[in-house]
């Protein structure tokens, strides 16, 4: 594993006008390229993940698991925007020396999956052998393929879409809302509006989850006459954990470019740039999932020319795809006929 940084010495122009100058991506590398450049696997992550993918999907990651790092070249990088390395909010404006701060750009993406693609090329990566991305990750996956037909010859989409929805559009601005609540949200400060970033958190992990995950893992046991509910206490404690390792402003940035997902922009209509994609396709959905319902998957594998589909069982909706990995790694290994090691489903020996 390595974390890197690619430094772009160019303006990047926006979807939405204006554009981006001398961005960089941090990104980490598992295995190695081959002489060819045609075993790499590029994983996009989501919202408020991280390039380091061994972190959030350790299952999924390492010799004979689905992303085999002793067949392939694995790389995720940090999206545009965040905060873990690549240009984002609290970067240095290469125009005024100071940070961003509110005067970042808004980012598409569109904006992000050319900033990605520029790393592809500067690493000497041919036709990507999967790309792979759930929620806002598969949204940059899904937009590459609809813009590169080329780039990549598998791709699986996980709870994700091809057009954020109302509702989902709705959820993002209640938090942004609670963000904009934060008296220090307007300071220039890399903790401004700390405290409304936790509440927003607390509305997301409404969306993330489901009520039978909160019955079954927030349940008191008994009564608390002093209020101290286990659910109430999971919330506070949600938005303390993302308060300590994100900051509002990338929150405020990776939402609204959520929000701002259509892949039929440009492209005359959804159905018309989906009907673009050229890889061998997977769609994922999660059966409890609300935040982008299994119909938004249906409908993906329904425009996108001879696309699977694939519905998961579980209770831990929107984050199913992060947790049910062993049913993930089934899906794809089946339908897409991804080579498996040997080893991967014998059990282990004691």
């Given amino acids: 594993m390595h974390l890197q940084h690619f430094k772009y010495p160019h ?21 190695t390229l081959n002489a060819e450049g045609t075993n790499a696997i590029w994983v996009c992550h989501a919202l408020t993940g991280s390039a380091n993918v061994e972190e959030w999907w350790s299952e999924l990651i390492g010799p004979g698991k689905l992303l085999d790092t002793d067949r392939y070249f694995i790389i995720c990088a940090n999206t545009p ?3 873990y390395g690549s240009t984002g909010p609290l970067s240095i404006s290469p125009v005024t020396y100071a940070p961003y701060y509110h005067s970042f750009p808004l980012l598409t993406n569109h904006d992000v999956v050319t900033a990605f693609d520029l790393l592809r090329k500067e690493l000497g990566i041919g036709r990507l052998s999967l790309l792979i991305g759930g929620s806002l990750g598969g949204q940059q996956a899904l937009q590459w393929a609809v813009k590169k037909p080329e780039v990549a010859e598998r791709l699986v989409l996980l709870a994700t879409n091809a057009r954020h929805s109302p509702w989902g559009i709705a959820f993002n601005e209640t938090q942004r809302m609670a963000i904009a609540s934060d008296m220090t949200w307007k300071l220039n400060s890399p903790k401004a509006g700390l405290q409304g970033l936790k509440t927003a958190r607390g509305i997301a992990m409404l969306s993330y989850r489901t009520y039978q995950v909160y019955e079954k893992k927030q349940q008191d046991q008994e009564p608390r006459p002093d209020n101290g509910f286990r659910a109430a206490e999971y919330q506070q404690y949600q938005g303390e954990k993302l308060a300590a390792r994100f900051n509002a402003f990338s929150y405020w940035i990776l939402s609204k470019m959520m929000d701002a997902h259509d892949v039929g922009r440009g492209y005359g209509s959804v159905v018309e740039a989906l009907a673009r994609v050229k890889a061998q396709t997977l769609v994922i959905g999660i059966d409890s999932d609300l935040l982008f319902p299994p119909s938004e998957q249906e409908y993906l ?21 992060l947790v049910e990995t062993e049913a993930v790694q089934q899906a794809v290994r089946e339908v897409l006929k991804f080579p498996q090691a040997k080893t991967f489903y014998q059990p282990t020996l004691k």
Avoid: K, M
Wanted: proline residues 7%.
């Fill in 81 to 83: 925007g965040s905060c």
């Fill in 11 to 31: 303006p990047l122009p926006l979807q939405n006008g204006g554009e981006l100058q001398n961005f960089e991506l941090a990104y980490f590398t598992w295995g």
């Fill in 301 to 321: 594998s329904e425009h996108i020319p001879d696309a699977s589909f694939r519905l998961i069982s579980s209770v831990y909706g929107h984050d199913g795809f």
